[in-house]
């Protein structure tokens, strides 16, 4: 129906991804303010079993076609836009992941409609759908009203809990047809599994993680004497890993690893929202930052505001004397 409100369903590898429920719950939220029904949208190639998970919204409509087996941004934004055009629906929640990235920036460009990105909440303020986004890297909030439809909003991981998007209810599915007027241009071919890192960081209970802020590879060392008297591992955020200082299995955020260890320990990470959903559940966490800003202190337990590697070397040594007390 037109002026429904929508969630784009994320599937990978044949399983629904965390963060359709937590868009389902915001979306049901929205919804029902609006007085709107909310509808999912299943996008791929024998996917029609997933939808029967998404029983918070109260239809799935199913869009399945071969090209869409594998992730194509090209493809899926062919049949998304067609569905749109001839649905209308109000709003569009899709999510911001390494996943859907390419389509959910994409899309507005195609359908030459409004997109609000970042968005890490959304809700109704006199009858009109407003979004709250992060700038900057979280150091800034704006709040954005839609002024009109169809809106894209682009959704970051954790605006709500997963669990309240699972309900045990089978919704309504409608399988609509769906043709690609051009073939895309990149094709899928397989899966590159990546080699099995050297430590799981999801079951370490002491992590040390370090960010852009310990300025160089060769203040790894710092980290890793921290670690070792600690007894835990080191672990880093995105920009650490695509310098290439520490491998892919030890990257924190929701495009690399969820931890949850007892006490997490972040020096020079700033926390980006990415980031910050994936170690934000750790039992302690401690953040060292010289800027008195920066978006990680938002959920530290504990904030320090100086340089990691002047600091570093200091609380190692401080461990270091209380476990040899401890021995002792």
């Known amino acids: 129906m037109a002026g429904d409100i929508w969630v784009l369903a994320e599937q990978w590898r044949g399983q629904v991804s965390e963060i359709t429920y937590e868009m ?4 049901r939220e929205v919804a029902d303010r609006l007085g709107r029904r909310l509808q999912a ?3 791929g190639h024998e996917v029609k079993g997933l939808a029967k998970t998404l029983g918070l919204a109260d239809g799935v409509l199913c869009a399945d076609h071969p090209a869409l087996a594998g992730p ?4 899926s934004g062919q049949v998304l836009g067609q569905l749109i055009r001839s649905r ?10 390494n996943v859907t990235w390419d389509l959910t920036t994409s899309l507005p460009a195609q359908l030459q409609a409004p997109f609000i990105s970042f968005c890490k909440d959304a809700q109704v303020q006199d009858g009109r759908l407003q979004a709250r986004c992060v700038l900057y890297g979280g150091k800034m909030e704006a709040t954005v009203t839609a002024a009109g439809g169809p809106t894209v909003l682009g959704i970051l991981p954790g605006a709500r ?6 309900v045990e209810r089978t919704p309504s599915i409608e399988e609509v047809a769906v043709a690609l007027p051009e073939a895309p241009r990149a094709v899928f071919k397989n899966y590159i599994e990546p080699e099995a890192g050297d430590v799981d ?5 002491v992590l040390v993680c370090v960010g852009r802020g310990i300025q160089s590879q060769d203040n ?3 980290a890793e004497a921290l670690a070792q008297a600690l007894g835990g591992a080191v672990c880093g955020s995105r920009p650490v890993i695509d310098q290439g200082w520490l491998s892919l299995s030890r990257q924190v955020g929701k495009s690399g690893a969820i ?3 007892r006490l997490y320990l972040a020096a020079g990470i700033s926390g980006a929202p990415e980031h910050i959903e994936g170690m934000k559940n750790a039992g302690l966490i401690i953040a060292v930052n010289t800027d008195p800003q920066a978006p990680i202190f938002n959920v530290a337990h504990y904030g320090i505001v100086a340089d990691a590697m002047d600091l570093l070397p200091l609380i190692t040594e401080e461990v270091r004397k209380a476990t040899s007390r401890k021995v002792s």
């Open 24 to 27: 389902l719950a915001l979306g």
């Open 41 to 43: 949208v299943l996008i």
């Open 72 to 75: 194509s941004a090209e493809a």
């Open 88 to 97: 209308g629906p109000m709003a569009i929640l899709a999510p911001l992941t």
């Open 161 to 166: 809990p997963a669990e309240k998007g699972r």
């Open 201 to 205: 960081i999801t079951r370490q209970e």
């Open 220 to 222: 790894l060392a710092l």
């Open 259 to 261: 931890v949850k260890p």
